[in-house]
């Protein structure tokens, strides 16, 4: 099939290649969506003077104010206006004749300048000026007939709610339709584009989360498993963690593509035992990218000079990367392009993710959708054969109930380290045990986890009369899981 490249970033990715050829497009949604901005972008990067544009306004808003704001813009090129994009206004005609002038003026325009491209905003302004839903019906289908005798590509812009459109004469001769939503928090506007119909052709299913900048829209893909199982080959090459007494414990290190969670109480010392697989497999030619939302990358390097790492040498060298992202503006489509773009900048074979709970938050309260994102990436660092750290936080401290955060996170990993507090003697100490390691033996002992600067974390010798950090104290039978 012929397509349409939309040239709008991420949209032709969701429609798996473009419009198909000379389709009639019907873009919908409520007030302050996006709409407009949609339907002008895909027109300015593809008129030119051979593939003219007509853009047509009704009563819905005045030609004036659709111009100003579209020059806003970067795509808004002014140098194609009376060049490649033509504007009409038929407001009067159709506020004049129960929408039939309006419908002759824009039968008339078609004709003469024979466009590639159409776009009318609003087509619900005929609903609103006519008398009936047959005069509605008629005129729609009439312009629908002349259009699929040209080669025309036509958007029709309207205003409507996500459960609206489904009903109306406009969805039934479309074949395409886009269906643009603004939704509205304490903290975060998401918008989201669903593609809700594309006749003869495939697409990303979904709802997928768009930002609007000066450059105009940019979507970013539902991150997805690929639709057929990608082949690799599971590797028994060990993969080092530089820990003294971890790599003991691991049997020779994690196996290399393997994704491990590794869980524990707030301060425990996730995230330097994060720190220290990454840097130490850096320091051995591995690159590796730190992904990070709760500490700036101002933090972890200071972190990591405390331990001894030059690490201005190691980000110099090209292997190390570090990302940082606020988790209160986060949106995990956008910034899973992000990551992928950081690893393979670097070709990374170590990455860390500090922390995944934190990815949660950019779901914006959706569960699955989060849960779908965490098995997809997983999925992929395991395709590229990367070694992956996720960390994740206790839910409690201290003989409280210990649930991992992540709502099942803990099957989609390879291995799972517990870091806990526990209490020795009267004193405070830290444990570490490793409780799965699929496809590898590995130590079942609970044992001290010492942090100390310079010389980094280490695991110590088995901690005999530590309350069980499986068992939480007054429970006699539920684990972590």
Avoid at 125 to 140: E, Y
Avoid at 189 to 216: C, N
């Amino acid at each position: 099939m012929q397509r349409l490249l939309t040239k709008v970033p991420g949209l032709d990715e969701i429609l798996q290649g473009g419009l198909p050829l000379y389709s009639t497009v019907l873009i919908c949604g409520g007030p302050g969506s996006g709409k407009t901005v949609l339907a002008h972008q895909i027109v300015f990067r593809n008129a030119s003077p051979s593939r003219k544009a007509i853009f047509v306004s009704t009563i819905s808003e005045p030609l004036a104010r659709i111009l100003l704001y579209g020059q806003q813009f970067e795509f808004f090129d002014p140098n194609l206006i009376g060049e490649a994009v033509y504007y009409e206004d038929i407001g009067p005609d159709l506020l004049g004749g129960n929408g039939t002038r309006g419908i002759e003026r824009l039968e008339a325009l078609l004709l003469e300048q024979r466009p590639a491209f159409l776009v009318i905003d609003s087509i619900r302004a005929l609903s609103a000026v006519s008398d009936s839903l047959a005069t509605v019906r008629r005129i729609l289908y009439r312009l629908s007939a002349l259009v699929a005798t040209l080669p025309c590509h036509t958007f029709l812009v309207g205003e409507y709610a996500v459960d609206e459109f489904a009903s109306t004469v406009e969805a039934s001769i479309a074949d395409a339709i886009f269906v643009l939503d603004r939704r509205l928090s304490s903290t975060y506007d998401q918008r989201t584009l669903r593609v809700a119909k594309l006749r003869g052709s495939d697409y990303l299913p979904g709802e997928h989360t768009f930002r609007i900048s000066s450059q105009g829209i940019t979507l970013f893909p539902r991150f997805v498993t690929p639709p057929t199982v990608t082949t690799y080959t599971p590797l028994r090459e060990r993969v080092p963690s530089g820990i003294s007494g971890l790599d003991e414990m691991l049997k020779g290190g994690f196996l290399r593509g393997s994704t491990t969670l590794v869980a524990g109480d707030p301060g425990i010392g996730k995230t330097v035992t994060a720190l220290h697989f990454l840097l130490n497999g850096v320091r051995q030619g591995e690159p590796g990218v730190y992904i990070s939302f709760q500490e700036d990358p101002n933090q972890l390097l200071q972190i990591a000079r405390n331990f001894g790492f030059d690490v201005d040498s190691l980000l110099q060298s090209g292997r190390l990367s570090l990302l940082y992202a606020s988790p209160v503006e986060l949106d995990i489509d956008e910034h899973a392009q992000k990551m992928l773009a950081a690893i393979q900048a670097i070709q990374a074979r170590r990455v860390v993710i500090d922390s995944i709970g934190d990815l949660e938050a950019g779901a914006h309260g959706d569960p699955n959708r989060y849960l779908h994102f965490v098995y997809s990436l997983v999925q992929w660092l395991k395709s590229h054969q990367i070694t992956a750290l996720m960390t994740a936080e206790m839910s409690a401290l201290f003989g409280g109930e210990l649930t991992l955060t992540g709502r099942g996170i803990s099957h989609v990993a390879d291995a799972l380290i517990l870091m806990h507090y526990t209490e020795v003697e009267g004193e405070i100490r830290r444990a570490l045990a490793v409780l799965a390691m699929r496809g590898s033996d590995h130590s079942k002992e609970v044992r001290e986890y010492l942090i100390r600067e310079p010389q980094g974390p280490q695991v110590g010798a088995p901690l005999q009369s530590a309350f069980s950090i499986l068992l939480p104290t007054q429970r006699k039978e539920q684990s972590i899981f």
